[in-house]
């Protein structure tokens, strides 16, 4: 009779890379094995590659959390209903960009032993962008601010798809230290035309922004100061008409009586 050999045992992650985004209750670090024959022989452990730091840990049927990484206290779990079929999938509360790196997913059964690595970054979408105009003699410098992460790919053209020197400067957000600030700002000749866009990217998440901004110029404007100055004008003349009028017609009764 022929023997029936049992399936190797194996590591796998389902991404290898994985994006936690801001405002999200935690990010998803997929990982599975070989199911076991009893959860009493599975040893799970999840550590960072780069310094080994413990992340989460489970062994003898529960958590061991005795070493793990005050970095990582009271935000990370495993799915134990779903450890029996083989998922030792990491769930990461409140994911920020102290979190990004290399993860390590390690799984030891009666069976054997793997690992795998995950590859988490951290992004949070751009708000809407605000703007404010400076207008200067000749000219006017034309601000955006937006918050989110990471540092954005910044673009200012013209209207004829030119690409425009400007000044773009990122901080760290004082109110959210998951949020970067970003200030970009362009001087732009009135002269030279009268539309621009400004496009930010944020590549990890794929966002991609871009508003137009532009001037109308008032051509009515010479029309109507040429009218005031035409107003301006006629206005004493026709007093004076009226003038005459009233002076003519006063005293032509004063005559009718004398005679």
Same mark, same amino acid.
């Given at each position: 009779?022929?023997?029936?050999?049992?399936?190797?045992?194996?590591?796998?992650?389902?991404?290898?890379?994985?994006?936690?985004?801001?405002?999200?209750?935690?990010?998803?670090?997929?990982?599975?094995?070989?199911?076991?024959?009893?959860?009493?022989?599975?040893?799970?452990?999840?550590?960072?590659? !780069?310094?080994?730091?413990?992340?989460?840990?489970?062994?003898?049927?529960?958590?061991?959390?005795?070493?793990?990484?005050?970095?990582?206290?009271?935000?990370?779990?495993?799915?134990?209903?779903? &450890?029996?079929?083989?998922?030792?999938?990491?769930?990461?509360?409140?994911?920020?960009?102290?979190?990004?790196?290399?993860?390590?997913?390690?799984?030891?059964?009666?069976?054997?032993?793997?690992?795998?690595?995950?590859?988490?970054?951290?992004?949070?979408?751009?708000?809407?962008?605000?703007?404010?105009?400076?207008?200067?003699?000749?000219?006017?410098?034309?601000?955006?601010?937006?918050?989110?992460?990471?540092?954005? !790919?910044?673009?200012?053209?013209?209207?004829?798809?030119?690409?425009?020197?400007?000044?773009?400067?990122? &901080?760290?957000?004082?109110?959210?230290?998951?949020?970067?600030?970003?200030?970009?700002?362009?001087?732009?000749?009135?002269?030279?035309? &009268?539309?621009?866009?400004?496009?930010?990217?944020?590549?990890?998440?794929?966002?991609?922004?871009?508003?137009?901004?532009?001037?109308?110029?008032?051509?009515?404007?010479?029309?109507?100061?040429?009218?005031?100055?035409?107003?301006?004008?006629?206005?004493?003349?026709?007093?004076?008409?009226?003038? &005459?009028?009233?002076?003519?017609?006063?005293?032509?009764?004063?005559?009718?009586?004398?005679?």
């Amino acid at each position: 009779m022929a023997n029936v050999l049992a399936p190797a045992f194996e590591v796998r992650v389902p991404q290898k890379q994985v994006v936690a985004v801001h405002g999200f209750p935690a990010a998803i670090l997929g990982c599975t094995f070989t199911p076991p024959p009893s959860l009493q022989d599975v040893v799970v452990t999840w550590q960072r590659v !780069e310094d080994l730091r413990v992340v989460h840990s489970f062994y003898y049927g529960t958590d061991q959390l005795g070493r793990q990484s005050a970095d990582y206290k009271s935000r990370t779990s495993l799915y134990h209903e779903q &450890l029996s079929s083989g998922n030792a999938t990491l769930r990461l509360a409140r994911a920020g960009p102290r979190d990004t790196g290399n993860y390590q997913c390690s799984v030891s059964t009666s069976q054997g032993s793997d690992k795998a690595d995950v590859q988490l970054s951290y992004a949070a979408f751009f708000s809407e962008p605000r703007l404010s105009i400076l207008a200067h003699s000749s000219s006017f410098t034309l601000q955006y601010e937006s918050e989110g992460y990471p540092q954005p !790919e910044v673009q200012w053209r013209d209207g004829l798809g030119h690409n425009l020197t400007h000044n773009t400067q990122v &901080l760290q957000s004082d109110e959210d230290p998951g949020l970067l600030k970003l200030h970009t700002q362009v001087v732009v000749d009135m002269a030279k035309g &009268l539309n621009w866009t400004l496009t930010v990217v944020n590549h990890p998440l794929g966002q991609v922004i871009q508003r137009p901004v532009s001037f109308i110029y008032d051509d009515q404007r010479n029309l109507v100061d040429c009218s005031r100055e035409r107003l301006a004008l006629l206005c004493p003349i026709a007093f004076c008409v009226i003038g &005459l009028c009233l002076l003519f017609w006063v005293r032509q009764p004063l005559c009718s009586i004398s005679k």
